[in-house]
């Protein structure tokens, strides 16, 4: 049986395959030699007087040996068959994943050199390791047990595992037969984001300019806090009527209660300024960056929500705390498309309804070219209202656009110092590493 020490080739295996290799090839090349001079020795030359029959005997030997290699390989190949493959269904990035498979050889020959080999696409290479399969393993009652680990470190996503491939070859080394066995596998990989930098998930306490003043909610003995406009899900016993009325809206009053802050993440994904290719582009590594916070977000135990674009319209999701957060992060963000319209004035307003006062807004964006007036008015008035706010981007230009109208651009470090004057966090993401550089 093998087992997961056993099925990486070590380097004292490598050199030894190779020594057999080596000495298959000397064995074909001296084979190959025999023919040649019978050949010569047969046809008629200056020195002989015809044929020499007695030559094709040197011709013959190496053919027979040859045409025996050949039935050989043939033979051994119909010998094999996959039975299974146990895999995980579900796994994190960077995990470490065991494959085991159940191999069959019902040939009536031993075998002398076969060797596994898998697609992989979970993996940067794209392959399983090379495991050299042993005839002993077979000789109990037919079956045995392979096993491997490849490292998941080709990005979040589903793949489907396999086909196999079995490499057979002969004692000489003339022929290779290969075997491939359309047994597929899926397995689905998860974000596995590391905790980001810098986040402070702290919350401020400030009241609404709507004009509402200190009160405790009676029976409970809870400091009020603030009103924001009612979402599915709050409580309806906390609705203020009168601000309701006044604003034409539904007003709930916030309480003391739960010190945690509701956490909003705006993620802004806009296909005129993708940058990259594959799992690098920047939209790929903003929604690892979002999936990063959140994750972090759920292991404190606050309540969350997202604001998107999909197909062109802002949603906004409030994240159960009872769902596991890799996998539905994955499944919503994995197979995101970036919106065709940037959707970036949707998600402000977005943003404007949902997010009330001790709440942190964190607006994700994959680029710096933006309209900046406009995302920067919104972040001010947020921070009025009581939020904490936020703007984390990816590093995708040299420039920043500041104002859509005027065509007006600022270097990143002049855009750095305008945020620090407004006292606004900014953080930026370099785009060619996956660490985090605070500006």
Wanted: aromatic share 10%; glycine share 6%.
């Amino acid at each position: 049986m093998f087992f997961p020490s056993q099925s990486y080739r070590s380097d004292g295996q490598v050199s030894l395959l190779r020594k057999v290799l080596d000495s298959d090839n000397r064995l074909r090349s001296i084979l190959l030699f025999i023919m040649f001079a019978g050949i010569v020795l047969f046809l008629p030359n200056r020195h002989s007087n015809g044929f020499q029959p007695r030559a094709l005997l040197l011709v013959i030997f190496p053919a027979l040996v040859i045409l025996f290699c050949w039935l050989y390989v043939r033979i051994v190949a119909k010998g094999f068959s996959v039975i299974s493959r146990q895999i995980p269904e579900t796994c994190l990035e960077q995990d470490m994943v065991e494959v085991v498979l159940e191999i069959r050889y019902a040939g009536s020959i031993p075998f002398s050199n076969a060797t596994l080999i898998e697609e992989f696409p979970a993996t940067d290479i794209l392959e399983s390791p090379e495991v050299i399969l042993n005839y002993q393993d077979f000789r109990k009652n037919g079956r045995a047990k392979v096993v491997y680990k490849n490292l998941l470190n080709r990005g979040y996503g589903h793949f489907s595992i396999g086909p196999t491939e079995i490499r057979i070859t002969e004692p000489f080394g003339f022929f290779e037969r290969k075997l491939t066995f359309p047994l597929k596998s899926n397995i689905d990989v998860w974000f596995n984001p590391p905790a980001p930098e810098d986040l402070d998930l702290v919350k401020e306490n400030a009241l609404t300019p709507m004009g509402d003043s200190r009160s405790t909610l009676s029976g409970h003995g809870m400091d009020f806090y603030g009103i924001k406009e009612y979402v599915p899900g709050d409580d309806i016993r906390a609705m203020s009527w009168l601000k309701t009325a006044q604003t034409g809206k539904p007003i709930i009053k916030q309480f003391e209660r739960d010190t945690r802050p509701d956490v909003f993440v705006a993620i802004h994904t806009d296909k005129k300024q993708l940058r990259g290719f594959g799992f690098g582009n920047t939209m790929k590594r903003l929604l690892r960056i979002s999936a990063a916070i959140l994750s972090q977000t759920q292991k404190e135990g606050l309540p969350s929500a997202i604001g998107l674009c999909i197909e062109d319209m802002a949603h906004f999701i409030k994240l159960n705390s009872a769902v596991p957060v890799y996998g539905f992060l994955t499944d919503l963000l994995g197979d995101l498309k970036a919106a065709e319209e940037g959707g970036l004035q949707q998600l402000i307003n977005l943003a404007m309804r949902k997010a009330g006062p001790g709440s942190i807004v964190i607006f994700l964006s994959q680029t710096i070219h933006l309209d900046m007036d406009i995302l920067l008015g919104a972040l001010i008035n947020l921070r009025g209202r009581g939020a904490k706010v936020a703007l984390w981007a990816i590093d995708d230009s040299n420039m920043v656009r500041f104002s859509e109208d005027q065509q007006n651009v600022l270097s990143k470090e002049e855009f750095k110092a305008r945020m620090e004057e407004m006292d606004l966090e900014f953080i930026l993401f370099p785009s060619n590493k996956s660490s985090i550089e605070a500006l």
